[in-house]
């Protein structure tokens, strides 16, 4: 009683999308049928095609939902193998990326950027930069400081050096993989 009750609900709450009837002859009367429709895709999402899969006949059918998606993709774990333009370098050359992800929460743009050690770089000095701002914003002696390291050309390339950057602004760490 308890499940046809919820089953009732649910026809309530939210309509299918797909209504597979037939009719039914019992005696005269003519009665319509109802079927569930359920649908089953196989395949390996995982994007790693060197893992071998199992056979066929062992796979089992996982019912996936809203509540268990992630633990779902967890067990899958799906993950892309690409090589990208280097736009950090910016000489036409290729960068080697590999994404893995777990849960819808790896492809939040912070997650991938975790991913990748040339971006990571880059997010961290990003990070540092507005530090430093946030502290100069609150110090006029840092900022007067600053700005006298800025206005001499050594100090700068020094400063450069000792971050790892060139003087054109690149990154020394190369960003290729």
Do not use: C, W
Not at 90 to 116: H, Y
């Amino acid at each position: 009683m308890g499940k046809s009750s919820l089953q009732h609900k649910l026809d309530r709450v939210r309509k299918p999308r797909v209504h597979i009837t037939y009719d039914v002859e019992i005696g005269d009367a003519r009665v319509k049928k109802e079927l569930p429709f359920v649908m089953g895709v196989m395949g390996d999402f995982s994007g790693n095609p060197s893992k071998a899969l199992s056979p066929l006949s062992q796979r089992k059918f996982v019912n996936i939902d809203r509540d268990n998606f992630n633990d779902v993709m967890a067990s899958i774990s799906p993950e892309l193998n690409i090589r990208v333009q280097n736009t950090l370098k910016n000489d036409g050359s290729e960068m080697a990326v590999k994404l893995n992800f777990s849960s819808m929460a790896d492809f939040d743009p912070t997650s991938i950027v975790s991913q990748v050690p040339a971006l990571q770089t880059l997010q961290n000095s990003r990070d540092k930069l507005r530090d430093l701002l946030t502290t100069m914003d609150q110090s006029e002696d840092l900022e007067a400081q600053l700005e006298q390291i800025l206005s001499d050309t050594t100090k700068v390339q020094k400063a450069a050096e000792e971050m790892g950057v060139d003087g054109s602004g690149n990154s020394n760490d190369g960003g290729d993989e």
